[in-house]
C-alpha cells in the first residue's frame, strides 16, 4: 500500500511539474513596427467588380520580381517579434554582421509563440519596419522562395472538409491564443475554388455579439492592417474585400503550429 501512494504521489509530482507557467508572451504587436515596410506582391493583375465582388484577373506582364512569398513574410513577422530586439541606441553593424543577424532570426523556431534563450539583439534599428525599408534587398534574399509558401507542412489541410461546428472551435482557439499574446499565422482558402490562398498573421482581436474580429497582418498589404471576422450568424470566417480579393466567406485554420501543422 505504501509503494503504491508513493507512486500516485511521485505522478502528481510529475503531472505538477508538466504544467508549469508559460514563459512570459513578447510584447504588444505594433502593426506600424513589427511588420515588414514592403509587400508581397501578387503575380496576378485583378479587376474587383465594386457592386459584386466578383473577380476576374489576367497575369502581370513583367512578372513581379517579389511575390508568391505570403507564407515566408506572415512566419518572419512572427519569428523578428518572438525572438529579435532591436537597440536603435547602439551603432549599425556592418552589411555581413546584419545578414547574419537577420538569418538568426529566421533559423529560430517558426513554430515558436513565446520567446526563449537569448533574443538577437539587432543594434542600429528600431525595429522591424525600419530595417526592412532600409534593407529590402537583404530580406528578399533571406527569406527565401516560394516553395516555403507552397510546401508549408500545414497545406494538406485544405482538401478536407470543414465543418461549421469545427470553424467555430478554430475562431474560439485563435481568440484563446492572442488573448494569452500570442500572434497565430491563419491559412485562408476557399478550395476547392482557387480565388483565395493566403496566408496572414493575427495580432489581435474584439468580440461583439455580431462576431469576433481579427485584426491581421496582410504580407500583401503594408501600409495597413486588415480585419478577419468570424460571423456568429453565418458561422463562418469572413475575408474583407481587398484589391485581390472581392470578399466574403472563406475557411480558415492555424498554420506554423505543432507537428502536423
Known sequence: MSRLLAIV??????????HAPLPPAAPPFRFANDTFAFSNETVWEYNIDDATGHATWHRRDPPPPFSLRCGNMARAARQFHVHARFAPDQSPPDDATLERLVRDVLARDARATRPSGEPVVIPGYADLRQLSAAHRALFERALGGALLSHLQRGNWRMIFPF????QRREADQLADALRRGETPILHVVRFPALTLNHMILLFDVTETPE??????????????PIVVRWDRGGRTFVFPRTPYFGGGPVKAYGIYDGLLL
Do not use: E, L
Open 211 to 224: 462576431d469576433i474580429r481579427f485584426d491581421a497582418y496582410d504580407p500583401n498589404d503594408a501600409s495597413a
Open 9 to 18: 504521489a511521485a505522478c502528481a509530482v510529475w503531472g505538477c511539474a508538466n
Open 163 to 166: 465543418p461549421a461546428a469545427g
